[in-house]
């Protein structure tokens, strides 16, 4: 079972990786007067809290919705969630500075413990 | 290449990359318009780029405030006048989505919390794009384009004077409508819990709007389809349980701070005090708006979704008309987005009158076409797309002079801000970060004219008063700072004495009054009152050595 999702993961994980490099592209054509180093790092980071996140968090929803669909709820819906839990982290007393690698991670891991117990249930 | 029964797949897939490139493009080409020229093609700037208003800085300096604190338990006490202990009462979610972006980018909040607003106008207007697309993937192609006309004239100032907070939470309400056309997705009430709870701890009244958008979903549902659809019920209830349990904290927040403060009273305003739009201002799409809702009305079975959101949309958003007042104003600046459905299924739907078969293709051309229409200022009967350059209010000296006042002088430090140009946006002050007063500019020009120096001055404490200055008595109950303080507090003859620190602009627009700042500098320079300790080709920052005591000869010149 955990066989099937990663490998439809690492299937779409291309997509993913080629719309890192046309997100990439895009950026340096509007931002041109930006070094790439710079644009870079901006997209790998909208990459890391929003797309990839976004992404495990939609996998439960792959085979209803179609790769083009999840992807951009799932920016939505990361950005969603990030964006409440980041405010009650930090009520708590965790730092804003450590979010970053502490929200999107726990998407991550949810969103892909949910895909693999929904395939093990319907299989 | 022919279609065969061998290279079906084959075409199949050309046919979707296609509409994925088309979508790519598209936000990109959405990207470029509304921040391209704006941000002067760069995305880190040394200073606020091209702020425009008082509330833009409002919402720099607070997610600014944030990053400091690490949290946003607390209001900064140089936004709430002085005062310490406030709690922090603004919805939240882009403040810290800004500040999280910020720490992984390295990136500059004034950079991450405007570059933010445009990236989820994009990915709203691409929600869209799949709301619509459920009930027609032409039409969809189609009616995307006039997204771009969030960025015509008066809508454009929705960015560029400040109001993100409702720009991002009309993309979450973008969100939501996915939701609903979504409704038969397992568990789809998790989708409508965290995107209800997101708009609503972004900016709260578009999640008033989702409600009532929900009721008339729920009710046109009921009539259209002649049933009442028990998962409909099911997935609002629960999606409305979990949507309470994730903004309990806030929700007790927003009932005893916000509510009180901005109760809802009804009130008829035809026009609002920032630029907006009028249905007007759509031109001829205004009328293709028309015959799309005609339209789409007459097959409201299968357009059901997209239609009664636009419907929702166009009413709520001529809510001004009957109440919602200024909300009904904000919500226009998505307009464009939020009724884009109406005028692409006219213009398929007529065309399909003449074209029988119809393909894919063409609705690529119209909508190239539709762009270029909105791009090229000279197609008559079109909004157009409106480029903003500008560097904004803001300058490198002021920004230096700011950013010597946040470095150099301690905490509890209190500035006096005697007149400057773009002070009259007074959220820009908070960029100190530091308590704040400034001169008001009537009692200044009257001393100047008087030919008088004075020791006291009319003087104003700008802060964000809008929820009170609020702090905690117990969880449920909160006191006011604000209303608390005596008579006077905000507005009122000051002694000038009594800063820490004066800020005087060496250059303004209307020459004699820079002159006049000049000469009250060189007078407490005279008797040693202050000194000197910062000064560009723009301003001049000077400690008071005499806190409290005789620091100026009141004298006229």
Redesign the interface.
């Known amino acids: 079972m955990n066989k099937e999702v990663f490998n439809s993961t690492k299937e779409e994980s291309k997509y993913i990786g080629i719309l890192f490099i046309v997100g990439l592209v895009i950026f340096k054509i509007i931002y041109f007067k930006e070094s790439l180093a710079v644009l870079l790092k901006i997209a790998a980071s909208l990459f890391w809290l929003f797309v990839i996140p976004g992404y495990f968090a939609m996998l439960y929803w792959k085979n209803k919705l179609e790769f083009a669909e999840r992807f951009v709820v799932g920016i939505a819906l990361s950005a969603a969630l990030i964006g409440i839990f980041s405010y009650y982290l930090g009520l708590i007393g965790l730092n804003m500075k450590y979010h970053a690698f502490i929200l999107p991670p726990v998407i991550i891991i949810i969103g892909l413990v949910a895909a693999i117990r929904k395939k093990a249930s319907s299989s | 290449m022919l279609f065969t029964q061998e290279n079906q797949n084959q075409v199949v897939k050309i046919k979707l990359d296609f509409?994925?490139i088309f979508?790519?493009i598209f936000?990109?080409l959405f990207?470029?318009l509304e921040?391209?020229f704006l941000?002067?093609?760069?995305?880190?700037h040394d200073y606020p780029y091209a702020y425009l208003a008082s509330d833009a800085f409002q919402h720099q300096t607070r997610a600014e405030s944030?990053?400091d604190a690490?949290?946003?338990?607390n209001e900064a006490s140089y936004i709430v006048f002085g005062f310490n202990g406030a709690i922090g009462y603004y919805p939240?979610?882009?403040y810290?989505?800004s500040?999280?972006?910020s720490?992984?980018?390295?990136?500059e909040i004034y950079d991450t919390v405007y570059?933010l607003v445009f990236?989820?106008a994009a990915?709203?207007t691409?929600?869209m794009y799949?709301v619509i697309r459920q009930f027609n993937r032409n039409v969809a192609i189609i009616a995307i384009p006039i997204s771009l006309l969030v960025f015509s004239n008066g809508l454009y100032t929705g960015f560029t004077w400040g109001h993100w907070p409702a720009i991002v939470s009309q993309?979450?309400l973008v969100?939501i409508f996915?939701c609903t056309s979504?409704i038969d997705?397992?568990?789809s009430y998790l989708?409508l819990a965290?995107?209800m709870?997101?708009s609503f701890?972004?900016h709260t009244s578009e999640v008033l709007f989702a409600a009532i958008y929900l009721i008339i979903f729920f009710i046109a549902y009921s009539i259209i389809f002649r049933k009442i659809d028990l998962k409909l019920i099911k997935n609002f209830v629960i999606g409305g349980i979990i949507c309470l349990i994730?903004l309990f904290?806030?929700l007790v927040i927003f009932k005893y701070v916000w509510l009180p403060r901005q109760a809802y009273e009804f009130a008829v305003q035809k026009m609002w005090d920032n630029p907006t739009m009028y249905l007007s201002d759509f031109k001829i799409f205004f009328l293709l708006m028309i015959a799309g809702i005609a339209i789409a009305l007459f097959y409201i079975k299968k357009s059901f979704v997209p239609a009664v959101m636009a419907l929702s949309m166009l009413i709520i958003g001529s809510g001004n008309y009957f109440g919602f007042r200024e909300k009904a104003f904000q919500l226009r600046f998505f307009w464009p987005v939020l009724l884009c459905f109406f005028i692409g299924f006219a213009i398929y739907w007529l065309l399909k009158l003449i074209i029988k078969e119809w393909k894919p293709v063409y609705s690529f051309i119209l909508s190239i076409i539709i762009i270029l229409a909105i791009l090229v200022n000279s197609v008559p009967f079109v909004p157009h797309y409106n480029p903003i350059k500008t560097n904004g209010i803001m300058d490198p000296y002021h920004w230096e002079m700011f950013r010597w006042i946040e470095k150099n002088t301690a905490k509890e430090s209190n500035v006096y801000f005697f007149y400057g140009d773009i002070y009259s946006q007074d959220a820009v002050l908070r960029s100190a970060k530091r308590t704040h007063s400034q001169v008001i500019p009537e009692d200044y020009v009257d001393a100047l004219s008087k030919r008088e120096i004075r020791r006291f001055y009319d003087t104003e404490s700008p802060g964000d008063h809008g929820g009170g200055v609020p702090y905690r008595t117990s969880f449920f109950s909160f006191g006011s700072r604000l209303e608390e303080a005596p008579p006077g507090f905000l507005h009122g003859k000051r002694d000038i004495c009594n800063y820490d620190y004066y800020v005087f602009d060496k250059i303004s627009g209307q020459p004699v009054l820079a002159q006049y700042n000049l000469l009250i500098a060189s007078e407490l320079q005279k008797n040693g009152s202050a000194t000197v300790v910062f000064e560009n080709p723009t301003a001049v920052i000077m400690k008071n050595n005499k806190k409290g005591e005789d620091c100026i000869e009141q004298r006229s010149f």
């Open positions: 509409e994925k979508l790519i936000f990109g990207l470029y921040s391209g941000f002067d093609n760069r995305l880190q944030i990053k690490g949290n946003y338990k939240p979610v882009l810290d989505l500040v999280i972006l720490d992984l980018a390295g990136l570059f990236f989820f990915i709203g691409l929600m799949f993309a979450f969100c996915w979504k997705l397992e568990k989708f965290v995107f709870s997101a701890m972004t994730i904290y806030y």
